[in-house]
């Protein structure tokens, strides 16, 4: 538990709270969640307790749904498309104001 915990504050804080402060851009998130969910799959696939099947099949589960969003953010990233806003958060910064 805290390892994921620690696992996610981190990946969080170098994907998308860092370059969201300084880019005054919060596309990054949409990197960081995915990549977060992969990473819960391969944590309870490690440290998973309980009956087998059930723990391979949520890890599976964690692991290809973070996986296949997370290397369509990543291309995404690559590409540049993050550096400018997302229509999505574009629309929440004028629902905030």
């Given at each position: 538990m805290i390892v994921e915990r620690f696992t996610q504050t981190m990946l969080f804080m170098?994907?998308?709270h860092y370059p969201a402060y300084y880019n005054?851009?919060?596309s990054n998130v949409d990197?960081?969640?995915p990549v977060g969910l992969f990473l819960i799959g391969?944590?309870?696939a490690n440290m998973g307790?309980?009956?087998y099947p059930r723990v391979c099949i949520t890890s599976c589960f964690y692991v290809m749904v973070g996986g296949k969003?997370?290397?369509e953010a990543i291309i995404n990233w690559i590409n540049g498309k993050m550096e400018q806003e997302l229509p999505h958060h574009e629309y929440r910064q004028i629902y905030w104001k």
């Open positions: 170098v994907i998308a005054n851009c919060i990197v960081a969640w391969v944590q309870v307790e309980g009956w969003k997370g290397l």
